[in-house]
């Protein structure tokens, strides 16, 4: 399942990538580059279509993201190894240059 949707999340991303590309932000994009454009559903149409995929392919990314986050397994810390510790008066070092224990 985390396969499929991390599939589905690098699609979306590269498909975004080029519809964004197919855009131009001073109106023209797609649209102007057809000459007969009613032919072909026309200039607003055009744009709208382009409008609607990125803005869905931006929801589809982070739909996604939030759910392959969800998904995943939190990593679990790792436990200190636990170092016994010997009782008397030489301390834990059990006496090899050890500061002198208070009495």
């Known amino acids: 399942m985390i396969a499929l949707i991390s599939i589905l ?3 979306a991303s590269v498909l975004l990538i080029v519809v964004v590309f197919v855009q131009n932000p001073k109106g023209g994009g797609l649209s102007s ?10 200039v607003q ?13 931006a929801a589809v990314i982070l739909v996604a993201s939030i759910g392959l ?14 170092t016994e510790q010997k009782g008397g008066q030489n ?3 059990g006496g090899q240059q050890g500061t002198p224990q208070p009495r």
Do not use: C, H, Y
């Open 69 to 82: 986050t969800s998904m995943m397994k939190p990593a679990k810390a790792k436990e200190q190894p636990k």
């Open 33 to 42: 580059d057809f000459g007969a454009a009613q032919q072909l559903g026309g």
């Open 45 to 57: 149409r055009t744009n709208d279509f382009i409008e609607k995929a990125t803005w869905t392919l």
């Open 91 to 93: 301390g834990p070092t």
């Open 9 to 11: 999340l690098v699609l």
